[in-house]
């Protein structure tokens, strides 16, 4: 570690402003609900029925300072990585030669989405598993997102953002090599990081299969690429269509017109709740009770960081700079060299099958192409987009095994 960067790693403490509190509790009660008639089921989008007591509470129950409690046990940092701010835990292994590991996260996540992995990776012998096993855990809020705002360099995308998460591991807290877990945006991150660091990686462990042009082309807001679906057989119409109801409204809103439903997002709680929690609703297992999966104080933690940091909007903007600065290759051999392995969940509603070996097949079809090293590859029948926060157990188990066999 640089002296720079030594000198500059002080200790980083979640301690919201009570003003900041004060405003956010006075938006919350003066929220103005909307009429929502016949939308019971939600086929219009997220019914006040469903929002409103998550709203009231959000104002008069849920406590902050609790939660704050809960964020400050990690050991956490922030500061300037190459022109941009870089909040990120760190929280060292126990057991004999522990390795770092990279956990990155995606849209609308945070951090705090990845904390119920953290303690098993970090001290295995504590949650009965085997001390060889132990991870130096490093987990960043990546640039425009939670704490690492505001942003000083408004085209921050995935190649950038692997740049820093590069400076971050090696100049900064000197390790000579890590290995890398990611999903959804992360993913993208991790696989570029694949294709340009790969001498610094032990391999990438990610949850999605993107390819690395994603959000690129003339149709680049469209996920569906212009595909018809009228002549597809009946399952695979089914599927298909489920997942553009799933996922494309938000990539097409955030890649044509992020900064219009910005302004909406970042002075209204409720709004900008309603945006998020609507993606962590409909993207989590498919299969699962959401209420159950995902209690309302975890909810509020998270959607309360992108509130305090005012993130929302340089989150959004992740998109559309994908599209605008698309990064060149550095070399023309197949994209990830890096080992690579993968934990998929079949909750997911991408790409929405019921067996492991339709989702294998899919990903030989797809996305592996750009995978030059493929090692493991697990499919879990429970968990939807959110693994490490919906599945973390399998989440565990595969990270171990898959770095067990690169360490």
């Known amino acids: 570690m640089s002296t720079e960067f030594r000198d500059a790693l002080a200790p980083f403490h979640v301690n919201v402003e009570q003003d900041v509190l004060n405003d956010l509790h006075a938006r919350l009660k003066a929220t103005r609900f909307a009429a929502d008639p016949e939308n019971e089921d939600e086929t219009y989008g997220l019914s006040t029925a469903y929002l409103k007591p998550i709203v009231e509470y959000w104002a008069d129950g849920f406590d902050w300072r609790a939660a704050e409690a809960k964020l400050n046990v990690y050991n956490q940092h922030r500061l300037d990585v190459d022109g941009s701010p870089v909040h990120f835990i760190h929280e060292r292994g126990k057991g004999p030669a522990p390795i770092p590991l990279l956990l990155m996260h995606g849209w609308p996540w945070t951090y705090y989405h990845w904390f119920k992995v953290i303690g098993p990776l970090t001290d295995p012998a504590a949650y009965g598993g085997d001390p060889a096993d132990a991870f130096d855990v490093i987990v960043p809020s990546l640039p425009g997102f939670g704490f690492s705002t505001p942003l000083t360099n408004p085209r921050e995308n995935y190649a950038s953002m692997a740049d820093r998460m590069q400076t971050l591991m090696t100049d900064v807290l000197g390790y000579q090599k890590y290995g890398v877990g990611a999903a959804d945006y992360g993913a993208l991150v991790a696989a570029r990081l694949g294709h340009k660091y790969v001498d610094s990686l032990y391999g990438i462990h990610l949850a999605k299969d993107m390819p690395p042009a ?52 970042n002075d209204s709680p409720i709004g900008m709740l309603a945006w998020i929690l609507r993606r962590w609703k409909k993207w989590s297992d498919r299969n699962g009770d959401f209420v159950a999966n995902w209690p309302v104080d975890d909810i509020l933690t998270f959607a309360t960081i992108y509130w305090v940091t005012q993130s929302i909007g340089s989150s959004i903007r992740a998109y559309k700079n994908a599209s605008l600065y698309p990064p060149t290759p550095v070399n023309d051999k197949t994209y990830v060299q890096a080992p690579a392995s993968f934990t998929m969940q079949l909750g997911d509603a991408f790409p929405g099958v019921d067996t492991a070996e339709e989702r294998i097949d899919i990903f030989k079809a797809g996305g592996g192409r750009f995978y030059a090293d493929v090692r493991d590859f697990y499919v879990h029948k429970e968990g939807g987009h959110f693994g490490p926060y919906e599945n973390p157990d399998f989440w565990i188990h595969d990270l171990r095994a898959s770095f067990r066999k690169l360490r």
């Open 214 to 265: 994603m959000f690129q082309g003339d149709r680049y807001w469209d996920l569906t690429g212009g595909q018809r679906t009228e002549e597809l057989p009946d399952d695979v119409r089914a599927r298909t269509l489920k997942f553009h109801e799933t996922y494309v409204s938000h990539v097409a809103a955030h890649l044509l017109d992020g900064q219009t439903i910005t302004h909406g997002l």
